[in-house]
């Protein structure tokens, strides 16, 4: 096999084999009130697809994940589904594990904050905080009486000016009023540094406009913050004094160092948290608790700051925010349902450039899926490949005289790899992503100039080679670029290019030094099928995580069809019931089995008409009573207005047949 070079990283280090620093991955830990939405799906894609294009350019990585359990809320949300808080964390945390395995999410660790390990780091930092000074020689901690607003859905004190008509204006409920004795953080010592460090780009806040909201802040003036709770008796006891429990900002923020090993893996703190380039990525609505507090909360323990904090877009849709209580949640398991696990991580991560917020239009998914990934990378996939497979028996072609248009073509993947490293390096996804389709469209147009379908029919092998070799080649590297975002597709195109173990190639590590296509080339099915517009007035319905059910809009997923077990059944016998004008008592065989169902078709069909007809029934539906008479099944019938008419079979078939 013939080595080549085509990718060379946009990091000198990666091609000369010096160790590169790590880079540490974090999203948020979610709340386990909520069902995971597009929204958690995307922050933890887009950390998940940093993850493997680090690791692809050469660089080490973690990335952590996880949940937030503890906290008034989750307690008050178990108490009011009879559970006790932990059973309740253990069933929603698993719903965040559940969605991001279907989604192809390799985390490294996945954080719990009610894991043992958690619950003694935050200890041991409360401890440590408790026992430092300021320079002044105060406390960093100490004691006071808090009385506030505290919104429970935010699970933060809110002021009266924040209140519209009273109300908390994200979560549309009554704050409590809240006075305790509470212990708390002094922040306006550490106020300064902490603006320091943002403004001179230590802690790097990106986009640009985030971080002027946040040097915006220290303007205004921030307060010192409350760091425990009386009441709350769902959290971690604060180790000073238990009768206190940690608040919850200050008991999930460090979720970011227990689980690299504060405390208790001096190794593996080092590496990744001290020595690592640290990203945490998130929205805008938790910017001041990791811009702000969480910088303080580390300098006053003496552990360094995060490098980066990234504060992505927010989704909404039709407008308005995704919330539970709107019932416009889009489900990402729905997404996978339809469009596949890779499919659905292209689709969320293409919506808008990474920062921006964006609206979405479910119904656009069906023809961004087509476009994108059935029309311009499946088919080009197809297209070189069938031709090889057809001309050159799926041998690689041998290479031939190349012109011009095929140099450029060549020139074009390799710029398309260096788009995509420097995309990496800025944090810019969506540019990384738009590098390989890129790269695949130019391709594609390579191949409209170059017109293989003529040369093959001229019978120009040399040259048709010659342009199958190219095309190949940008195909290969389009798939590597884009296997962070298309991880199985990737593979999979790979494994079509010739590669016996194309995991293997991904993670070679470095985009230098990779094999050109070996063959056999073979296209088994195609890479992304086209999807059918579906009949449905709205694509956004179908994807909410609670549909509303409105009469012909409402969408089940194929595993919900399959779960109703259809079957043919032969009528036996049929009678009218006394005293109900509608009614026909049906015996029926459904193969051996001999059943009773009661149907309401007796104004459309006599009893003798049914004798001996196959019709369609509900096998597996619950026993009902109907005027007293026992019904085990339903028939299927097509109405419309008043002309009904039996779902039948179009030939004989025998009874007990499913249907599907
Ligand atoms: O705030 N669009 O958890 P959370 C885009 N537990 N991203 C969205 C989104 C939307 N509409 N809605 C949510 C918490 N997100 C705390 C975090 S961290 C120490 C503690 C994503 O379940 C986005 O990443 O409310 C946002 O920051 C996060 O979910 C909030 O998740």
């Given at each position: 096999?013939?080595?080549?070079?085509?990718?060379?990283?946009?990091?000198?280090?990666?091609?000369?084999?010096?160790?590169?620093?790590?880079?540490?991955?974090?999203?948020?830990?979610?709340?386990?009130?909520?069902?995971?939405?597009?929204?958690?799906?995307?922050?933890?894609?887009?950390?998940?697809?940093?993850?493997?294009?680090?690791?692809?350019?050469?660089?080490?990585?973690?990335?952590?994940?996880?949940?937030?359990e503890h906290g008034a809320r989750i307690a008050q949300v178990a108490r009011e589904h009879g559970i006790k808080p932990q059973e309740w964390c253990d069933r929603h945390s698993e719903h965040f594990r559940a969605a991001w395995k279907r989604l192809d999410v390799a985390y490294d660790q996945f954080i719990r904050t009610t894991d043992k390990r958690h619950v003694d780091g935050v200890r041991r930092m409360l401890e440590r905080m408790h026992a430092?000074?300021?320079?002044?020689?105060?406390?960093?901690?100490?004691?006071?009486?808090?009385?506030?607003?505290?919104?429970?859905?935010?699970?933060?004190?809110?002021?009266?000016?924040?209140?519209v008509d009273g109300l908390c204006p994200s979560h549309l409920?009554?704050?409590?009023?809240?006075?305790?004795?509470?212990?708390?953080?002094?922040?306006?010592?550490?106020?300064?540094?902490?603006?320091?460090?943002?403004?001179?780009?230590?802690?790097?806040?990106?986009p640009e406009e985030r971080r002027r909201e946040v040097l915006g802040l220290f303007k205004q003036g921030l307060e010192d913050f409350s760091i425990s709770r009386e009441k709350v008796d769902w959290g971690i006891p604060l180790p000073f004094d238990p009768s206190q429990n940690a608040y919850v900002w200050v008991d999930a923020l460090p979720n970011y160092i227990t689980a690299v090993g504060y405390g208790d893996d001096p190794e593996s703190f080092a590496r990744w948290w001290t020595q690592g380039t640290v990203i945490h990525l998130m929205a805008k609505d938790i910017l001041k608790f990791h811009a702000v507090y969480w910088p303080a909360m580390l300098l006053s323990i003496g552990e360094a700051v995060p490098d980066q904090i990234f504060i992505h877009g927010y989704f909404t849709v039709n407008g308005q925010k995704m919330s539970k209580s709107l019932q416009n949640a889009i489900d990402p398991n729905l997404l996978v349902d339809r469009f596949g696990t890779d499919g659905t991580r292209y689709l969320l991560l293409t919506q808008f450039p990474f920062g921006q917020d964006g609206d979405v239009k479910a119904d656009l998914f069906i023809r961004q899926f087509n476009a994108d990934l059935a029309n311009d990378l499946g088919n080009l996939v197809s297209r070189a490949v069938t031709l090889i497979e057809r001309h050159f028996e799926g041998r690689r072609p041998p290479g031939g005289a190349s012109q011009p248009i095929d140099n450029e073509q060549r020139q074009q993947a390799e710029s398309?790899?260096?788009?995509?490293?420097?995309?990496?390096?800025?944090?810019?996804?969506?540019?990384?992503?738009g590098a390989g389709i890129d790269l695949v469209r130019a391709a594609n147009r390579y191949l409209e100039k170059t017109q293989p379908w003529s040369l093959a029919k001229e019978?120009?092998?040399?040259?048709?080679?010659?342009?199958?070799?190219?095309?190949?080649?940008?195909?290969?590297?389009?798939?590597?670029?884009?296997?962070?975002?298309?991880?199985?597709?990737?593979?999979?195109?790979?494994?079509?290019?010739?590669?016996?173990?194309?995991?293997?190639?991904?993670?070679?590590?470095?985009?230098?030094?990779?094999?050109?296509?070996?063959?056999?080339f073979h296209l088994e099915a195609p890479i992304f099928p086209r999807m059918d517009k579906v009949a449905l007035p709205s694509m956004e319905k179908a994807l909410m995580s609670e549909p509303t059910a409105v009469a012909g809009e409402n969408v089940i997923t194929v595993d919900q069809f399959r779960q109703t077990q259809l079957c043919t059944a032969e009528v036996i016998s049929a009678e009218k019931i006394a005293g109900?004008?509608?009614l026909l008592k049906l015996q029926i065989a459904l193969g051996e089995e001999r059943r009773q169902i009661v149907a309401g078709i007796a104004q459309h069909y006599k009893p003798e008409d049914l004798v001996g007809r196959t019709i369609v029934v509900v096998a597996n539906l619950q026993p009902a009573t109907i005027r007293g008479i026992a019904s085990q099944g339903m028939l299927l019938a097509a109405s419309n207005g008043p002309t009904l008419r039996l779902i039948t079979t179009d030939g004989p078939i025998d009874s007990g047949s499913s249907i599907g």
């Open positions: 096999m013939s080595r080549s070079a085509p990718l060379p990283s946009s990091d000198p280090s990666a091609d000369s084999g010096a160790p590169q620093t790590p880079v540490y991955i974090t999203t948020p830990i979610y709340y386990v009130n909520d069902k995971p939405h597009i929204g958690h799906a995307y922050t933890t894609i887009v950390a998940d697809y940093l993850t493997r294009a680090h690791r692809l350019l050469g660089r080490p990585a973690f990335f952590l994940t996880g949940t937030d430092a000074t300021v320079p002044d020689g105060k406390p960093v901690i100490y004691e006071g009486i808090y009385t506030g607003l505290y919104c429970l859905g935010c699970e933060k004190f809110i002021t009266e000016k924040e209140l409920t009554a704050p409590q009023k809240l006075t305790e004795k509470n212990y708390f953080f002094r922040l306006s010592a550490f106020l300064p540094q902490v603006e320091r460090l943002i403004n001179e780009n230590s802690i790097r806040i990106l398309c790899g260096k788009r995509f490293a420097a995309a990496i390096e800025s944090l810019a996804p969506h540019d990384a992503i019978n120009d092998l040399a040259r048709l080679g010659t342009v199958l070799n190219t095309a190949v080649e940008s195909i290969r590297v389009a798939a590597i670029i884009l296997s962070p975002i298309l991880p199985s597709k990737s593979r999979l195109i790979l494994a079509t290019l010739g590669f016996t173990d194309p995991e293997a190639e991904l993670n070679r590590q470095g985009l230098s030094g990779w094999d050109r296509c070996p063959g056999p109900a004008d509608r």
